[in-house]
Structure formats: C-alpha cells, structure tokens
Nanobody, 112 residues
Framework: QVQLVESGGNLVQPGGSLRLSCTASGIIFRLYAMGWHRQAPGKERDLVAT???????NYADSVKGRFTISRDDAKNIVYLQMNSLKPEDTAVYYCNANLQVWGQGTQVTVSS
C-alpha cells in the first residue's frame, strides 16, 4: 500500500520557523522525485519545492531563500524547513511522490 504521511504543521508567529516531514511507505523512495505543494483557502494548489532522486532542488520564487527541501533516503522521509514565515505562507501543505501519490496534508498557519 502506497502512502505518504505529512506531519509538523502548526500555528506559528510571523518570522518563525517550522519543519514539515513526509514519511513514505510502499514505494522505492530513493527512485522518486518528491515535492511539496500548498493550497490556501479559495486558491489553487501551488508548487512549493521539489527534490529529485539525485538531490537537485527547485523552489517557487515566493519561498526561495526561506524554505529548504531535503530528503533522507535511509528513512524514506522528505523534509521542508520553513524559515522567516509570513502570513501568506498559511496553507495546507501536501507532500507528493512524482506527482502521482499525495499525502493528506498538514495545516500551517502563520499569524500573530
């Protein structure tokens, strides 16, 4: 059974940090490109960051310099380190594997 489970979402003040985790099962994790997308209320789901099986990364312009995606192939986990958070980062964050398998999402709220 293929499954992605996100964790780490929370309420945080502007300027704060969070680290999201996504644990994969049922796939040969090291072969998959992994990514994070987010969806704010009333908006489309947008790309945040991706990391290939070789470790190459790509970021949305809105998060460059603030967010870092990384992966641990030994643990089947992909991370999203989010620093200098802004209210506009508030969204449900979804993990995906090759845009084929999606997690259930984790809520990130940035508010004072």
């Amino acid at each position: 059974q293929v499954q992605l489970v996100e964790s780490g979402g929370n309420l945080v003040q502007p300027g704060g940090s969070l680290r999201l985790s996504c644990t994969a099962s049922g796939i040969i994790f090291r072969l998959y490109a992994m990514g994070w997308h987010r969806q704010a209320p009333g908006k489309e789901r947008d790309l945040v960051a991706t990391i290939t099986s070789n470790g190459n990364t790509n970021y949305a312009d809105s998060v460059k310099g603030r967010f870092t995606i990384s992966r641990d192939d030994a643990k089947n986990i992909v991370y999203l380190q989010m620093n200098s958070l802004k209210p506009e980062d508030t969204a449900v964050y979804y993990c995906n594997a090759n845009l084929q398998v999606w997690g259930q999402g984790t809520q990130v709220t940035v508010s004072s």
